[in-house]
């Protein structure tokens, strides 16, 4: 299948060096099983450690509260539903490569897409440094929820 490089990177608003790795962001485990390439699931994971440590300090220096406060504020920030609504959004989700099967069954909303958002600031990270990935995140889901609190 033909992966849209530079789309995407237009999208995401960050060129990758590393092309194979922006595109394994986009590989899900159905697709990857069926084409023998290497899927995101362990970029969805060091992705939501590295989100959650840009959006803790931007809480740490912009918001005002205790450790409760910020902590929850936080886990809105971090979930799902903003993960996923930034994906759509940039329409990143139109870019997922699935296999035959997944293709068949899947549904917007599920969490596949949201791991999408977790995978590409992986990658950007890997790919370029802390920098590059905080921008992307400042620019996605920070800049919604300093919107949203408008």
């Given at each position: 299948m033909i992966?849209d490089?530079?789309g995407?990177?237009?999208l995401?608003?960050?060129?990758?060096k590393?092309?194979?790795?922006l595109?394994?962001?986009f590989?899900?485990?159905s697709?990857?099983?069926e084409?023998g390439?290497?899927?995101?699931?362990?970029?969805?994971?060091f992705g939501d450690?590295i989100?959650?440590?840009?959006?803790?300090e931007y809480l740490?220096?912009?918001?005002?509260?205790d450790?409760?406060?910020?902590?929850k504020?936080?886990?809105?920030?971090?979930?799902?539903?903003?993960l996923l609504?930034?994906v759509?959004k940039l329409?990143?989700?139109?870019f997922?490569?699935l296999g035959?099967?997944q293709e068949?069954?899947?549904?917007l909303?599920e969490?596949?897409?949201?791991?999408i958002?977790e995978?590409?600031?992986?990658?950007?990270?890997m790919?370029?440094?802390?920098s590059?990935a905080?921008?992307?995140?400042?620019?996605?889901?920070v800049?919604d929820f300093?919107?949203?609190q408008?």
């Amino acid at each position: 299948m033909i992966f849209d490089i530079d789309g995407v990177e237009n999208l995401i608003g960050y060129s990758f060096k590393n092309k194979m790795l922006l595109r394994q962001c986009f590989t899900h485990a159905s697709y990857a099983n069926e084409h023998g390439e290497n899927d995101n699931e362990l970029l969805e994971f060091f992705g939501d450690s590295i989100i959650e440590f840009i959006v803790t300090e931007y809480l740490f220096k912009n918001e005002h509260g205790d450790e409760g406060k910020l902590t929850k504020k936080r886990a809105e920030l971090v979930s799902k539903d903003p993960l996923l609504r930034s994906v759509k959004k940039l329409g990143l989700h139109e870019f997922v490569l699935l296999g035959r099967g997944q293709e068949k069954a899947f549904n917007l909303d599920e969490k596949l897409f949201s791991s999408i958002y977790e995978a590409v600031v992986a990658g950007i990270y890997m790919d370029g440094g802390l920098s590059p990935a905080k921008k992307f995140v400042e620019r996605t889901i920070v800049a919604d929820f300093i919107k949203n609190q408008s």
